[in-house]
Nanobody, 122 residues
Framework: VQLQASGGGLVQAGGSLRLSCVAS????????MGWFRQAPGKEREFVAG????????YFADSVKGRSTISRDNAKNTVYLEMSSLKPEDTALYYC????????????????WGQGTLVTVSS
């Protein structure tokens, strides 16, 4: 099982970005796909999640209202779009897969991608 995250880069504050996560090795139709991030010196934190079956979504308060998570089941791909980016959004962003909807703890997820770096300049 592999999760491949991509789309990170350097963005100016106020800009937007779309991250992608491609899953391979199994079908994730019954899984929750989540995005997490980890800034230097900080713990990994939940950002957003989507139930691959229904498309139901949930977000961390820190990104709610300026982020969208979506999926393309045919491509086994999940997208995270973030706008109005702030310097505090700078982090390594990871995608993950797990069985429980509304799960927010890293320990709730079974599979992890390698991370993609997002840097927001002020």
């Amino acid at each position: 099982v592999q999760l491949q995250a991509s789309g990170g880069g350097l963005v100016q504050a106020g800009g937007s970005l779309r991250l992608s996560c491609v899953a391979s090795g199994r079908t994730f139709g019954r899984y929750v796909m989540g995005w997490f991030r980890q800034a230097p010196g900080k713990e990994r934190e939940f950002v957003a999640g989507i139930w691959m079956n229904s498309g139901s979504t949930y977000f961390a308060d820190s990104v709610k209202g300026r982020s969208t998570i979506s999926r393309d089941n045919a491509k086994n791909t999940v997208y995270l779009e973030m706008s109005s980016l702030k310097p505090e959004d700078t982090a390594l962003y990871y995608c993950a897969a797990g069985p429980s909807f509304y799960a927010r703890a890293p320990s709730d997820y079974d599979y992890w991608g390698q991370g993609t770096l997002v840097t927001v300049s002020s």
